[in-house]
């Protein structure tokens, strides 16, 4: 990636934090393009730049660490066994970034209780729903490279991106009910997660 892609994806990710941050803190309807743009030290013009609406500003994070996802997946040693990549690649994307540094998060209670209203809101389910599809794409093809399989035309890669995603999807929810809080860290359900797929989830 070129110094003026890395300045693009920095802004990107600047603008998506500023705008899961400020939901969170103030609700959905009380944050406004221009408080995101602010957040992120940018313009409103440079904010649409990026985004079309508050609700992909906010589910693109999950989007792009997905896609972070399936690249850290290719980039991984060629003899790696595939769950022990993957697991590696997944935890790769939880390094918290200079804009995660410069806001650190409140306490974990307040934290996910903002959360579960963030994702309760219908156009970010909507939009995370949209993106839904490319990210599977994009990590079954890392895992098809890895397999030597297609992903068009072969379902493993698309059943292990699948199973993936859905991994997440438990590991967060698990999380935002509290039944993990202060317990269990995301990376650290993530890894339990994907232990129990590799293993083909077996009977408790």
Not at 157 to 186: C, E, I, Y
Request: net charge negative; glycine share 8%; with cysteine.
């Amino acid at each position: 990636m070129g110094l003026r892609e890395t300045k693009k994806q920095a802004t990107r990710t600047a603008l998506s934090w500023a705008a899961i941050r400020l939901v969170v803190e103030r609700g959905y309807d009380r944050v406004l393009v221009e408080d995101i743009a602010a957040a992120a030290g940018v313009s409103p013009r440079t904010y649409n730049n990026y985004f079309s609406s508050k609700a992909e500003a906010v589910a693109a994070r999950h989007r792009d660490r997905c896609f972070a996802v399936a690249d850290s997946l290719r980039a991984r040693p060629a003899g790696e066994p595939l769950w022990d990549a993957i697991t590696q690649a997944v935890l790769e994307q939880f390094a918290p970034g200079p804009e995660v540094l410069a806001h650190p998060e409140p306490d974990h209670d307040s934290w996910a209780a903002g959360l579960r209203r963030m994702m309760a809101v219908p156009a970010l389910q909507a939009e995370i729903l949209r993106g839904g599809a490319d990210a599977t794409h994009a990590i079954g093809a890392a895992v098809a490279d890895r397999t030597g399989l297609d992903v068009d035309r072969d379902l493993y890669p698309k059943l292990v991106a699948a199973a993936l995603l859905a991994a997440n999807d438990a590991v967060v929810a698990h999380w935002l009910s509290g039944t993990g809080l202060g317990r269990d860290s995301v990376p650290e359900l993530l890894v339990e997660a994907l232990g129990q797929l590799r293993a083909g989830l077996p009977q408790p």
